[in-house]
């Protein structure tokens, strides 16, 4: 008698071999036997007749790290098949502590409202390091299981004290160096850059290869957010240059597939025996914000108004002189507002109205307009960026692009506020793993490479022990999927009003030898783990 067996399904192991039709017996918390008919039978058992059975899909590239404080169902992922996410991204870390440290640094980054802000610092446990983050995580409960990595920017911050734009001194090189080096040793996985954000940005090809090489000592994973202003494909040679003088494993993050020449790149640094992969999110759309949100976001990229704080952003609202600092800094307002839209008012002869079409009724110019509906009493979730962005072409990814074996899937799915998912939300990004599938099915690339991206290479290159393959003895991390049903509704067909809008086609997911979803129903067993680092 085995706990679980998985009947009938098409088996695809994740390591690119082709799939075949057969059982999968599961004890405990792991993955017991893999056959053609296993004759046994199980306590529980699932029908997964016309089904696809793969590993847990990996995200390499989300910001999840804290919201599991206030709900730990990560939903979301399931419903893509994820089992493991990679948190810790874009030079964003849950290190170094106290707690109020990190929610200090993630409000003044705009990844945090005041709201969220002044209710975290009730409601978090402290934490001062990796080690600590891991208990308050596993005491919380998480449905799927986390690799996290350190993040530069708010270490540099940290020790530093504040975001400058020169060099740390020998003796804050030597306290980063000792920040990095204690979580790693408690099982860190590497380190993120956010080389277009403060203060990861000034830091140069010196420093970065210096904090880089720390973490190869580890034989950990660099991530970057990569510099874009100098250019996609100058960017991404620039973070390889990183690993290759630091000898570092790499992970370019979130690359943009309107640059396939960067992929190449990428293709290329693979070529010469370097370790590296790149994450792409499959389809993006404009990101919907509540106007709280907003003009926290105005206060975070004004140099001028982010000493005043939102009150600031208000009075700074209602002059003339105000309106032109926040025009200035505010790159929101850039364009004609023709992509800037109401999703949401309270008064609704404004809803799903662009700016430029309300400007035009009221017969003024479409910034004032902006800056009025912002300055009003109202409420609104504006969309900026409208259904359609140059970044991620309806026509999808390139072939050369589609052909690259180092390419997988970054989500980049950002924490919102649970509690208040209106607040901030980008649709496309929960539906990343199946756009992904369908996207690369439909160019002809085989579901068992398709999955063998998104699990099993992954975890070879994060180094993640007996996860990413359906195998005996492996963890049992497992997603049964219909694949004529995994879809996410396209920028057309979607509801922009519904911020908690899911992907479909994932009948059951076990994490950890623990059925998660069942049938589409969610059970949340909170079976997900703080997987370590592998400390030799
Ligand atoms: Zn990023």
């Not at 293709?267 to 010469?272: H, R, V």
């Not at 110019?365 to 072409?393: H, K, Q, T």
């Not at 990004?429 to 579901?447: A, D, E």
């Not at 911020?499 to 059925?515: C, F, Q, R, S, Y």
């Amino acid at each position: 008698m085995h706990d679980l067996i998985i009947r009938g399904g098409y088996i695809v192991n994740g390591t690119g071999e082709k799939g075949f039709i057969g059982d999968i017996a599961v004890d405990g918390d792991k993955i017991s036997r893999i056959d053609f008919m296993i004759h046994e039978k199980g306590l529980k058992e699932i029908d997964a007749t016309g089904k696809v059975v793969v590993p847990g899909f990996i995200d390499p590239h989300v910001h999840e790290e804290w919201v599991c404080m206030v709900d730990g169902t990560y939903e979301l992922f399931l419903r893509q098949g994820v089992t493991t996410v990679v948190n810790g991204n874009c030079g964003h870390s849950i290190v170094p502590g106290p707690v109020d440290n990190v929610i200090e640094y993630y409000y003044g980054n705009g990844l945090m409202s005041q709201k969220q802000r002044e209710k975290y610092k009730k409601i978090f446990p402290n934490w001062d390091d990796y080690a600590g983050y891991k208990k308050a995580v596993e005491e919380k409960g998480i449905n799927i299981n986390f690799v996290t990595l350190l993040g530069h920017g708010t270490i540099r911050w940290s020790v530093m004290g504040g975001a400058f734009d020169r060099p740390p001194t020998p003796e804050e090189a030597e306290k980063i160096e000792s920040i990095i080096r204690h979580n790693m040793k408690q099982g860190a996985w590497g380190i993120s850059f956010g080389l277009d954000y403060v203060p990861s940005r000034y830091a140069d090809m010196e420093e970065l290869v210096d904090v880089a090489y720390i973490i190869q000592e580890y034989d950990g994973v660099a991530a970057a957010h990569l510099r874009h202003s100098i250019g996609i494909k100058e960017a991404t040679e620039e973070f390889i240059e990183v690993g290759r003088r630091s000898g570092v494993k790499i992970q370019v993050s979130h690359l943009k597939a309107t640059c396939p020449e960067a992929f190449e790149a990428v293709f290329n640094a693979a070529g010469e025996g370097m370790r590296i992969l790149a994450d792409t999110i499959p389809r993006s759309t404009g990101h919907c914000t509540s106007k709280a949100r907003l003009i926290q976001f105005i206060m975070a990229v004004s140099d001028e108004l982010f000493a005043e704080g939102t009150e600031g952003v208000k009075k700074a609202l209602n002059t003339k002189e105000g309106r032109e600092i926040i025009k200035k800094d505010a790159y929101i307002f850039a364009g004609d507002k023709s992509d800037k839209y109401v999703i949401l008012s309270q008064d609704p002869h404004l809803e799903g109205r662009s700016v430029k079409d309300i400007a035009e009724e009221r017969g003024i110019d479409a910034d004032e307009c902006m800056l009025d509906l912002i300055a009003d009493d109202n409420d609104y979730v504006f969309w900026l960026g409208g259904p359609s962005r140059a970044d991620f072409p309806d026509s999808g990814h390139a072939d050369s692009i589609v052909a690259n074996p180092y390419v997988c899937v970054g989500t980049d799915e950002i924490m919102g506020d649970v509690e208040d998912p209106y607040d901030w939300y980008e649709l496309q990004r929960r539906g990343g793993f199946p756009i992904f599938m369908q996207m690369y099915l439909s160019k002809g690339i085989p579901v068992e490479e398709i999955v063998r991206r998104n699990t099993s290479m992954v975890a070879r290159h994060f180094g993640i022990a007996n996860r990413g393959e359906l195998k005996n003895g492996y963890y049992a991390d497992i997603s049964v999927i219909d694949i004529e049903k995994y879809r996410f509704p396209s920028p057309k067909e979607i509801d922009y009003k519904k911020p908690l809008t899911m992907a479909e086609g994932v009948d059951t997911v076990i994490v950890n030898g623990k059925i998660a979803i069942e049938n589409g129903q969610l059970k949340s067993p909170y079976s997900g783990r703080v997987l370590n680092r592998d400390i030799k």
